[in-house]
């Protein structure tokens, strides 16, 4: 019986492959969710090398056999050969068909299908509200604004003599100043072909009723941009403090825009980052630019939000030194305990504080000397420790309450850390620092939390399908990744009948026949990325004679089980039979039975 998770999601894709609407919404989707955040929210979720692994939410098991690779973007329940991307997923925890899964998913990536359903987005790339469109009105406001920049003073002053940023820094970010009047940006746009809806959807204007106006008004603007460097939406500053209003604010999310996902002076920092070794993560986006002024280029903002596994991803491409410059507060405490296990599931990033002396803002501090800023940039504290110092220094560690307290503190980060020597180095520092035992320390890091992450509810599987039919799929899909990675097992592949495989195997089954030991290149590229995964997971790193000794093995259970499905449905047929036709369906069973004896035989040879 063919993999169901895999049939219903590829039926879904045949449908759609031909609809640039729906394709584009999954893509969307697809750039904007992480497969393992999706999985997390119904399966407790552990890091395994690259992968994550979890107890599968359809059956009682106690090893987990739930593996989800964010590196591929699939998941794989290997106690059951079921597995797939992200709708597949949502369509089998959910009990939902296509649509529903993408009206799931599309919710929480917060990709808007009214949009493609109206045609906003599957139109010509030069066509209205296309998303190319967005980009170039994007652009055009960005130009605008920077002549408007340098034609009003007190703008132009302000970023010249209050911020003292020169004309080369005012170049490269691209500072501009949005006019005070209501429809200034609005009518230049129009003016070259804009419409206001596509305005609207780019970010830049706003309505009231049937009245529509600039989103920003009287503010310096600085473009956001991504990491090619086009212009993705705004972040606007108001030119005096004592002004009505916040002091910021950004461009609200849209197509090209996702605040969560915006690293703010990745474009002109990445070449930077990549010749230091290490990444400086900021809290405001004007420290970006007077530190970029002042020579430190490796430096970027998080956009005015609390860092996010895809601001960590971004930087993680280019260094696993990621430095962030916390408040010393209670604020950059909690978010520093946000932050370690985040970069604890990512792996591979050591994340440091860099502390600003006296509680000085980046940019306070380069005006003050920026060979300062550069030397707390070059001497970072690990977050780990660097947190430990402030949560003790904020008790009484004479006392013990205060012990305790710092204990209950601490103790929840230490659980976080994937590395066993790090916890251990940390378990016995704490036990330094409270004159208790290591014993103790490690006894309350070991123990059961109370409290887990409530996961959502997973809907019940279909029970029509037989045991046997889900242990053959499996089976096959273990004999196909062994095929896909060593010839001599292709080979092996290349005997079996075809019709052995389920229907959903048997495209697989046949191209590795044809090329054995080359992974297929299916057009269900899940399917194959699977097997990949599989193999990865199971045999790795285990010896061609075992691999050949579980092909073998594996292969004759297969045919075993496929030639007694295959005779028992000839036996009832034998039972109403005309003697002619009784011949022909006895030659079947000796046929079946000589399949079955040519590959035990396979297996006792070798």
Not at 67 to 76: D, T
Not at 82 to 101: A, C, N, P, T, Y
Not at 458 to 469: I, L, W
């Given at each position: ?61 106690k ?34 068909d ?38 170039e ?21 302000y ?12 170049l ?99 070449e930077?980052?990549?010749k ?15 530190s ?23 930087l ?33 990033i ?22 300062l ?19 003790a ?12 307290r ?9 659980k ?7 916890q ?97 290149s ?23 004679h ?11 259970r ?16 034998l ?32």
């Amino acid at each position: 019986m063919a993999d169901r998770a895999f049939e219903a999601y590829m039926l879904c894709f045949y449908r759609t492959i031909h609809d640039t609407r729906g394709m584009d919404a999954v893509a969307d989707i697809k750039s904007r969710l992480d497969i393992e955040d999706v999985v997390s929210e119904y399966v407790q979720l552990k890091r395994a090398g690259r992968n994550f692994k979890g107890l599968s939410p359809w059956t009682n098991e106690k090893s987990p056999s739930f593996v989800v690779s964010p590196e591929k973007q699939i998941w794989h329940d290997f106690s059951s050969g079921r597995g797939g991307d992200m709708f597949s997923f949502i369509q089998e925890v959910e009990g939902l068909d296509f649509k529903g899964s993408l009206e799931v998913l599309a919710r929480k990536a917060g990709v808007d299908l009214e949009q493609y359903r109206t045609g906003t987005r599957d139109q010509a790339p030069n066509s209205s509200g296309s998303k190319k469109r967005l980009y170039e009105a994007v652009e055009a406001a960005v130009k605008f604004y920077q002549v408007q920049l340098t034609r009003t003073t007190p703008p132009l002053e302000y970023v010249r003599k209050k911020r003292g940023y020169s004309k080369q820094t005012i170049l490269d970010f691209r500072f501009g100043y949005a006019p005070e009047s209501g429809k200034a940006l609005l009518k230049h746009l129009t003016s070259k072909g804009y419409d206001a809806d596509e305005l609207k959807q780019a970010g830049l204007v706003s309505s009231r009723g049937s009245d529509v106006y600039d989103m920003f008004r009287g503010r310096v603007m600085i473009p956001l941009r991504d990491g090619q460097g086009r212009p993705v939406g705004f972040t606007a500053r108001k030119l005096s403090d004592t002004a009505h209003g916040p002091k910021y604010i950004n461009t609200p999310a849209t197509q090209l825009y996702d605040k969560g996902r915006q690293v703010f002076g990745f474009y002109l920092a990445k070449e930077a980052i990549r010749k230091q070794g290490f990444a400086v993560v900021v809290e405001g986006n004007l420290d970006v630019v007077a530190s970029h002024q002042a020579g430190v280029c490796n430096v970027v903002a998080s956009a005015g939000t609390a860092l996010t596994s895809h601001h960590l991803k971004s930087l993680k491409r280019f260094t696993g030194d990621i430095r962030v410059a916390f408040d010393d507060d209670r604020a950059g405490h909690d978010a520093a305990k946000r932050a370690i296990p985040l970069a604890q599931s990512l792996g591979g990033i050591d994340m440091s504080i860099i502390s600003v002396p006296e509680g000085k803002d980046p940019d306070e501090l380069i005006a003050q000397d920026a060979r300062l800023w550069q030397a707390v940039v070059e001497n970072p504290q690990y977050m780990v420790d660097w947190l430990i110092d402030r949560v003790a220094g904020s008790v009484d560690m004479k006392s013990a309450q205060g012990k305790r307290r710092f204990v209950a503190e601490i103790i929840p980060i230490l659980k976080q850390l994937s590395d066993p020597v790090e916890q251990e180095h940390y378990a016995d520092v704490l036990a330094t620092r409270t004159s208790t035992s290591i014993q103790t320390i490690t006894d309350k890091i070991n123990a059961k939390q109370t409290t887990q992450k409530r996961l959502k509810r997973v809907a019940p599987q279909k029970q029509d399908e037989q045991q046997s039919a889900k242990e053959q799929r499996v089976r096959e899909q273990h004999i196909l990744a062994l095929g896909s990675k060593h010839s001599v097992i292709g080979e092996m592949v290349r005997r079996i009948p075809v019709d052995v495989f389920s229907e959903g195997a048997q495209t697989a089954a046949r191209l590795i026949a044809d090329h054995p030991g080359v992974t297929p290149s299916l057009d269900n590229k899940e399917y194959g990325t699977m097997l990949a995964l599989l193999y990865e997971e199971f045999y790795q790193h285990t010896d061609e004679h075992e691999l050949r000794y579980q092909a073998h093995r594996l292969i004759s259970r297969l045919v075993r089980v496929y030639a007694k499905t295959k005779k028992s449905a000839l036996a009832q047929e034998l039972a109403e039979a005309t003697e002619n036709e009784q011949g022909i369906l006895l030659q079947a069973v000796k046929q079946l039975d000589d399949l079955i004896v040519q590959f035990s035989s396979s297996e006792k040879t070798h």
